[in-house]
Structures are given as structure tokens and as C-alpha cells.
């Protein structure tokens, strides 16, 4: 009778597994008094209330994404863990932000090394068109240096409460039985110390894997795999003269030559600029691609010194498992990167809040023990929200990067004012706006003919036997 | 006559990939470290490999400067007489009176096909201000001649004959009849989309593809949400 009641209370949620549900509230029907509590829909309401002291997480990985979620979590009163292993990680990354990341997550504006307003894209023949006149002026990419927001993050998290660890993750030991903390054995380094540092033990009741490419959390979940793509980048320092073309401009080069499933870019850093280019399908060819990127922007870095060389993997997609038990997994090692522009910054920081949000609401601020459903809360609103965009950029990606006339198709439809507004649009905001359905078709119908053509003029390219 | 011109601008660019060669590039391969053949084969591949793997030894030697020689390019460019200032100058183009649209089609895709082979430098003071959306559309359409379209319409012809004659045979109706049918020219016009879009056995499979690629990224993201029930409680796998 008491199971029965409780049926119908999990009916009025949403349509999650109902079997999975059953199992875990069988261990609370024992409870009378639950039954009075069914008219509050309250995620969590079944789980044992903790005594003496609030939920702990830890969050591996002290990245936008783990000093985002740390940040949220100590904000709703848990008792947080931010492991990460080099404080003073200059991670390799594009560093571009969108425009909203500044107001969602309230960033100063003296962390935006520059901030990008205009955009030149580049087809194989060399045809250049000029994006960015439909920003309005106060709408700008951020151009970052991620040791500085992934420190400032963290900072902010620390000061909230969060105690940020030095360390190196190694392993973690599963829970025995139900509502036992996970065990994470992590090596600590000590600033004063030094040397190779000491191995802890810390216990801890959830898990945020915000480690990255090569996460070690999604290891020990068994997360599997996926697709990644290489991003190699030079760092080059140029003339003070050519440093002012690339003021607040970034350019992207496509084509065969650059790559033959991304792009080349040249993005402008705080006192140098950021050559590369990527590739998920001729990874060996790296080398290959990045002097193919040079050569298109010969001219204009002319006479520059490289002064860093870094690579970097780049998931194409989320790992088939993202959730197990009371682990999750937020941002790269998540595989929360879009296709065809690879944005990951801002997907990551706002993965590691929604995360963090879901396990606050689920334990009613560190009052009970939160349990997988909650996570799975996460993943669904993350789903809902952000599906759209992967989607449509993935379309574009299909469409538009498989061949050197696409791509030519491609850099045409840019120049149009209409793509170039709803491209930013739906990049600056991550909203993805139907926009005027008669420019909708009309785009569709220049899209088509663009293709068409390019197509055409590949046919004819064949017939030459050059 | 206008052929002549870009059969020998062409010889000049590509001659120059030979032995036969302009001054100037002996002077800068005599400069650089002479490591780097300065000549530009037209089976590009392997040479390009060694190329690259040459320059990237030598960048890993010196982390250098982007030097000039180091990335020569194409030494010559690309070069048409009719191509002035990033663009084609249609003036050039007229045949007998008239412009001459298959002869800017044929003449931009050499000019593609040359990038392709020879990426340029894309450089600011030399932009391509040539757009494709100049050429109108029925120049396209006669150019693109497919020889597949007279394969098409002889089976769509034959086609339509059989099926004239059996639906004749089966309901009696002639062909006068079956125009007025509405059976009939629905059938028809489901014939003729079938035809648009399985033209070759082939088809099939592509269109399976293409179907298989549009839903690949959605089957990723739902992955997580396929383990649902295999993570209650199990150990991982």
C-alpha cells in the first residue's frame, strides 16, 4: 500500500527509468511518514539525511569547469574538495570566450586579454571575407589566457569556502555498499615540502570529474571512449607593426591543405599571436598542416619568433558514459566540445555549475545524501538546453568541412549579413534563434546554389589533368 | 584565339616548376642552407612530405623565425593575364561579341585547381575579390552538361512506356484516360521523385549513409542515457 503511494509519486516526474526509481525507494517504505511527504516533489526526499556535517564532494581537475562547479558547490553550503594537480597550468587552448560567459559567471574584465570584433575567414582559393559587421559595440569575442581565468575561478571558489588541494588524483575506491563514501587516494604536493609529494587518502560522498581530455575519473568509471581530434598551435611573437592587423581580427583558414576536417587559425593572445590547426582524421599529418597554415599567413607573420610550441586533444564528442553511480563528469573530460568551431571554455564552466547546482538541489544544500538520480537530473537539463547548438554545429561540420568546395561554399554564405548575424547570435547568447523564416529560406536557397556551384567548379577541376 | 593565351600562361607556370627557371630562385636557394629543393614537382605527395619533413627538422634545430625562404610556397603564384587585381577581368572573356561564361568557369577552376596543388599565401595587399555568384545561373546549367541525363531520360522513357502500356492492359484506360486519373498521376509523380533520387543502385546505399551520418552524433549524446539501467547498482564492466 505504502509502495503504491510512493508510485504515484514518482509518476509525476519526468519519464526517467521508472524501475530504476522502485529499487531505490524500496528501502524507504519502511518509512510511514514519507507517505505524507508525497505531495512535495522534492528531488532527493528519499535519500538518509546525513548528521554532523554536510555533503562532501570533491571536484578533480581545477579547470573553468571544476572551479565552476566548486564554486557553486560551496555556495550551497557543501563541504567542497577542488583537487588539482599544477596550480600555474598554462593549458594550450584557443582561449576564446563567448560574450555571455562574462555576465553568467561574472567575470572582471581585466581577465579578457582582447577582446575580438572582427573575424576573417579564409577559403582554399584565398577568397576572404570579412565577419563581425553586424556586432553591435559592445559584443566581442574574449580572447583569455586560461592560467589566469582557471586561477581567478578557483580563487573565487576557494574564498567561498572550497578547499583547493595540490594534487595529483590516482585512484578511487568504489563505495562497499550503499551510502558509503567513495575513497580517493591523490598525492599531495606541498609547496614547502616539495619534491615528490605524499600520498592521502580523503573520503568523500560524490564526485565531479572535471579532468579533462585525459580524465582519470572517467578512467575508474569506465566512461569509454571517444573520438578526439589533435590541435597543434604555435605560439608566435610578431612585429609590433603586424601585431596591430591583428588588433582585435582572428582570422580562420580552410582548405585541404590546412586541414582536412577543421580549420587554421590565427588568434590574436595578449602580446603574440596563436598559429594552428587541427585534425581528427590525418593526426600524423599535424606537422604538415601547421606549415600549410604558415604558408597562408606568410605575409602577415613575417619575421616572427615561435616561442611556444603546444598540442592538445580536443574530444568530438560526449563518452557513452558520463554518469556512474555518484561520479559525473563535466566539461572536456565529459567531451563537451562543439564541432566545428571546437568551443570548449564556456560549455565546460557551465557544465561544472549545472552539475554542481543538480548535486545542491538534490541533497537540499548538503542536508541529505544525493544519489545518482539527481546527477542524471544534470545530465538531462544539459541535454535539453545545449542539445540544439551541438547539433546545429555538427550539421554545419557535416556539411561544410568535407571537401575543398564546400568549404568555398562555406566562406561565400559567410559574406551574407543575414549568417553572419544569426552565426553570432547563436554564438555570443548559445541560443539557438529560429530567426525570419523568409530569410531562412532564402539563406537555404543561397546555401544550396553556393554548394552547387563549388561543386560544379570541382567537376571541372577534375576534367583538368594538371 | 582566346584559348591560346591560357594554354601558354599555363605552360609559363608550370615550366617554371622545371629545370628552366627564373633567376630569383637559385638566388634564395643559394641563400638558405641548401637543404630544400626549390623546384616544385607536379606529383606533389612525396615531395611535399620531404619537404615538410625537412623544414620541420630544421624548425626543431633553430625554433626559428618565420623566415621568408623558409616556406617557399609557390615561387611563382598564380598568374593569367586575365586575372587582374584578385579578380577576372570579364572584359577579356568576350567570344565573338558575347560573354563568354563557360570560358570564367573554366578559367577560375584552373585557377583552384592551381591553389589546390600550389597553396598561395593569402595575402592583404592581393585580396580575391572574385565571387562565383557573378556567373548567372543558366550559364551553369548548360556548362554542367551530365552525361547521366541522357542515361535518365532513356530509362525514364522506357519506363513510362511500360507502365503506360500495363496499366492500359490492366484497367483499361488509354493513355488519354490515365492523364485524367488521379491514381495515375499520383503514381506518376512518385515515379519521378524515385527516379530524381535512386538514379544507380548505388543510390541506395548513399542515401542509407547519409541517413546513418545525420544520426550518428544523436546516437553519441543518448549513449549515456542507453546505460541507465545497466549502472543500478552494477559494477562497472
Known amino acids: 500500500m505504502a509502495s503504491i503511494a510512493l508510485k504515484t509519486f514518482t509518476g509525476l516526474r519526468q519519464a526517467s527509468p521508472e524501475n530504476h526509481h522502485s529499487i531505490s525507494l524500496q528501502k524507504a517504505v519502511a ?10 516533489i522534492i528531488a532527493g526526499k528519499t535519500s538518509p539525511k546525513i548528521t554532523g556535517r554536510n555533503l562532501r564532494v570533491a571536484v578533480i581537475g581545477g579547470g573553468p569547469a571544476g572551479g565552476a562547479a566548486a564554486e557553486t558547490l560551496a555556495k550551497g553550503g557543501i563541504e567542497t574538495y577542488l583537487i588539482e594537480r599544477k596550480l600555474d597550468n598554462c593549458k594550450p587552448c584557443g582561449g576564446a570566450i563567448p560574450l555571455c560567459m562574462v555576465g553568467e ?3 572582471p574584465l581585466d581577465i579578457i586579454d582582447r577582446k575580438v570584433t572582427k573575424m576573417k575567414m579564409i577559403s582554399p582559393s584565398n577568397v576572404a571575407v570579412d565577419i563581425g559587421q553586424t556586432l553591435k559595440p559592445h559584443e566581442y569575442i574574449g580572447m583569455v589566457r586560461r592560467e589566469v581565468l582557471d586561477a581567478y575561478l578557483r580563487d573565487r571558489a ?10 595529483l588524483f590516482l585512484k578511487m575506491d568504489m563505495p562497499t555498499s550503499e551510502n558509503q563514501p567513495y575513497v580517493l587516494h591523490y598525492t599531495c604536493y606541498n609547496a614547502k615540502t616539495g619534491g615528490a609529494g605524499e600520498k592521502r587518502t ?3 560522498d ?4 572535471a579532468d579533462g581530455a585525459n580524465s582519470r575519473i572517467a578512467k575508474s568509471i569506465n566512461a569509454g571512449d571517444y573520438e578526439y ?5 604555435e605560439r608566435i611573437k610578431i612585429p609590433d607593426d603586424k601585431m596591430k592587423y591583428y588588433e582585435n581580427l582572428a582570422e580562420m583558414y580552410v582548405g585541404d591543405d590546412v586541414s582536412p576536417d577543421f580549420y587554421g587559425w590565427v588568434f590574436p593572445k595578449c602580446d603574440h599571436v596563436a598559429v594552428g590547426t587541427g585534425t581528427v582524421t590525418h593526426k600524423g599529418d599535424i606537422k604538415k598542416f601547421q606549415l600549410a597554415t ?10 616572427g619568433k615561435i616561442i611556444r610550441v603546444e598540442a592538445h586533444p580536443i574530444p568530438e564528442h560526449p563518452r557513452p558514459r558520463r554518469l556512474f553511480g555518484r561520479v559525473t563528469l563535466v566539461g572536456d573530460a565529459a567531451g563537451y566540445v562543439t564541432k566545428c568551431s571546437g568551443e570548449g571554455i564556456y560549455f565546460a564552466a557551465k557544465s561544472g555549475r549545472m552539475c554542481a547546482e543538480a548535486i545542491v538541489e538534490g541533497s537540499e544544500n548538503g542536508k541529505r545524501m544525493v544519489e545518482e538520480r539527481d546527477l542524471r537530473n544534470y545530465l538531462e537539463k544539459w541535454d535539453k538546453t545545449y542539445w540544439p547548438t551541438y547539433k546545429v554545429l555538427d550539421v554545419l561540420q557535416k556539411v561544410f568541412y568535407r571537401s575543398n568546395p564546400a568549404r568555398e561554399a562555406f566562406v561565400e554564405m559567410c559574406a551574407d549579413e543575414y549568417v553572419q548575424k544569426m552565426t553570432f547570435d547563436s554564438y555570443l547568447y548559445k541560443k539557438v534563434v529560429p530567426g525570419n523564416p523568409l530569410d531562412d529560406l532564402k539563406l537555404a536557397v543561397n546555401t544550396i546554389g553556393s554548394l552547387v556551384r563549388a561543386n560544379a567548379l570541382r567537376k571541372e577541376m577534375d576534367k583538368m589533368s594538371v | 584565339m582566346v584559348s591560346i593565351p591560357i594554354t601558354s600562361s599555363m605552360q609559363i607556370a608550370f615550366s617554371s616548376q622545371h629545370a628552366t627557371k627564373r633567376p630569383q630562385p637559385q638566388a634564395r636557394q643559394a641563400r638558405s642552407s641548401g637543404t630544400m629543393p626549390a623546384t616544385h614537382v607536379v606529383t606533389l605527395n612525396v615531395k611535399q612530405q620531404e619537404r615538410a619533413e625537412m623544414l620541420v627538422d630544421k624548425s626543431n634545430d633553430t625554433k626559428d623565425e618565420v623566415k621568408r625562404d623558409e616556406m617557399e610556397g609557390s615561387v611563382l603564384g598564380f598568374v593569367d593575364e586575365r586575372w587582374k587585381k584578385g579578380t577576372w577581368d570579364l572584359n577579356m ?3 565573338d561579341g558575347k560573354m563568354d561564361w563557360d570560358g570564367v568557369i573554366v578559367a577560375e577552376a584552373r585557377r583552384r585547381k592551381f591553389l589546390e596543388l600550389h597553396p598561395e599565401t593569402a595575402a592583404n595587399q592581393a585580396p580575391v575579390l572574385f565571387r562565383t555568384s557573378i556567373i548567372p545561373w543558366w550559364a551553369w546549367v548548360m556548362h554542367s552538361h551530365l552525361p547521366e541525363a541522357e542515361l535518365l531520360n532513356g530509362r525514364a522513357a522506357m519506363v513510362g512506356f511500360f507502365m503506360a502500356y500495363s496499366v492500359d492492359a490492366l484497367t483499361q484506360l488509354d493513355v488519354v484516360g490515365q492523364t485524367g486519373n488521379f491514381i495515375c498521376k499520383f503514381g506518376l509523380l512518385v515515379t519521378v521523385i524515385g527516379v530524381l533520387l535512386f538514379r544507380r543502385t548505388q543510390d541506395f546505399e548513399n542515401l542509407q549513409k547519409v541517413a546513418d551520418a545525420a544520426t550518428f552524433y544523436d546516437k553519441q549524446w543518448k549513449a549515456s542515457w542507453q546505460n541507465e539501467d545497466a549502472t543500478t547498482g552494477g559494477t562497472p564492466k
Open chain 1, 202 to 204: 580523503l573520503e568523500v
Open chain 1, 206 to 209: 560524490a564526485v565531479i570529474g
Open chain 1, 294 to 303: 604558415r604558408l597562408r599567413a606568410r605575409d602577415k607573420i613575417l619575421g
Open chain 2, 93 to 95: 572573356f568576350v567570344k
Open chain 1, 158 to 167: 576557494a574564498d567561498i569556502g572550497a578547499t583547493v588541494i595540490n594534487g
Open chain 1, 229 to 233: 581530434a589533435i590541435a597543434f598551435q
Open chain 1, 105 to 107: 559567471f561574472d567575470l
Open chain 1, 31 to 40: 518509512l510511514p511518514s514519507q507517505t505524507h511527504r508525497r505531495i512535495q
